[in-house]
């Protein structure tokens, strides 16, 4: 009995003592793979949404090469089509991957952002990039109230506002994981591209009403995010920016009456609004800034329809 008694006491106390030294070793280990993946990602992993053509290719384009450092992803409908992606990835191979994913198709974000957990484990930055204004024999600006269709509306609506929250949704646990690691940042940043017709105090021409309401629709999403993401402490914010008319296929056949020099190249926009991105703080949550970096006033763009 005694000779149980002890061997009882000294199971217990081998097992006090090496409960904190467990403890211990496995947060050195979770503090090493932390740090580690730190390093393997260094510079950051950003995510460029609606990347195989114009402004969308153009931010994939820039992020590689501003910098030797950070690695980004680009997703896009149809990747084996896209061709300047295709491109970039035989120049960038190790830091570029590129990912199928259709913004009308939930099924196919969901796998990204699970490739994308994977792989990276978290985001520093999501530009939601793709829109659509006009396609051939589908879909085209309207000029009256006469020429408004249900299917214009709710295309332009399910692209343009729809798909880029969505987005959000899935990618939002890896930017929490993210925030400014690795970055020159405090907070990883969702910067959707949005367009300053969407404001609704701004509306002074008409016209364009489905495009108009999708991306008005966006700018409020936008903000409920951002009062979401402000609300619950999380060190990731939500910006819109207004990239100015810029010369892409969205563009092109409206650029007629472009006044002159009002017409940006892809270069040239995008490096503004990286700059933007770049220096944005917490307080930025929530803001709309065109790409010369003035804010466009939140009774225009967010609130409009109460200031009016």
């Given at each position: ?15 006090c ?27 950051g ?12 290719l ?13 690695h ?9 089509e ?34 994308i ?5 978290f ?6 990039a ?42 939002w ?28 105090g ?13 991306k ?9 995010v ?16 207004h990239p100015g008319?810029?010369?892409?296929d969205?563009?092109?056949?409206f650029?007629?009456?472009?006044p ?23 307080q930025?949550?929530g ?12 009774r ?9």
């Open positions: 009995m005694k000779l149980l008694a002890f061997a009882k006491r000294a199971s217990m106390t081998f097992s003592c090496l409960r904190p030294v467990l403890s211990t070793t496995i947060r050195s280990s979770s503090s090493s793979s932390s740090s580690s993946d730190s390093v393997k990602w260094e510079g992993v950003s995510m460029v949404q609606g990347a195989s053509r114009g402004i969308g153009e931010f994939v384009k820039q992020l590689l090469q501003n910098s030797e450092k950070g980004v992803i680009a997703t896009c409908r149809k990747p084996n896209a061709l300047g992606l295709l491109s970039l990835k035989n120049m960038f191979a190790e830091r570029l991957s590129i990912l199928p994913l259709d913004a009308t198709n939930e099924s196919t974000i969901e796998a990204s952002a699970k490739s957990r994977d792989r990276y484990g985001l520093n930055l999501l530009v939601n793709s829109g659509i204004l006009s396609i051939p024999d589908v879909l085209q600006p309207e000029t009256t109230l006469l020429k408004v269709e249900k299917s214009s509306l709710l295309l332009t609506y399910e692209v343009n506002a729809v798909g880029p929250i969505l987005v959000i949704k899935h990618m646990p890896l930017l929490k994981a993210g925030g400014g690691t690795g970055t020159d940042r405090d907070v990883a940043v969702v910067a959707n591209i949005s367009a300053r017709v969407g404001s609704i701004d509306n002074r021409l008409g016209g364009w009403h489905s495009y108009r309401s999708s008005a629709a966006l700018n409020q999403l936008t903000k409920t951002s009062v979401e993401f402000a609300r619950r402490k999380d060190p990731v914010i939500c910006i819109l920016l008319t810029v010369d892409t969205l563009s092109k056949p650029q007629r009456n472009v002159e020099g009002k017409l940006f190249t892809k270069e040239y926009s995008v490096q503004k609004l990286l700059g933007i991105i770049d220096h944005a703080k917490i930025d949550n803001k709309f800034f065109a790409w010369d970096g003035q804010e466009i006033p939140c225009g763009g967010l609130v409009g329809f109460i200031a009016s």
